[in-house]
């Protein structure tokens, strides 16, 4: 029987990198601009991720590898924005 004292440390860091790998950063691309000028679609963006960053900085403090709360925060930044994301390619 394998000694689980030693698989502990392998088995956490696959976990770890699995959740680094999978989470990925939402990105302009992924909304539907609709009518949107593409100036003003591009600066909402911007404003946006901006925002995600300032809010990622007060809540994630350094220890979200996975960047969720920047995902949410510029997710529903750019919904209230009235942009729609795209379906999954």
């Known amino acids: ?10 088995l956490a860091c696959t976990v ?3 959740a680094g ?3 990925s950063t939402p990105r302009a691309d992924d909304y539907d601009p ?4 593409p100036a003003q679609f591009q ?12 809010d990622e900085k007060n809540l994630g403090r350094g220890l979200d590898f996975t960047h969720a709360t920047y995902n949410r925060m510029y997710d529903a930044c ?3 924005s009235g942009f729609t994301r795209n379906p999954p390619k």
Request: hydrophobic share 45%.
């Open 1 to 10: 029987m394998p000694d689980l004292r030693r698989l502990l440390p392998i």
């Open 16 to 18: 770890l990198a699995a």
């Open 21 to 23: 790998c999978g989470s």
């Open 34 to 37: 609709g009518t949107t000028p």
């Open 43 to 54: 600066n909402a963006a911007s404003l946006c991720e901006k925002q995600a960053e300032i």
């Open 78 to 80: 750019m919904r209230a």
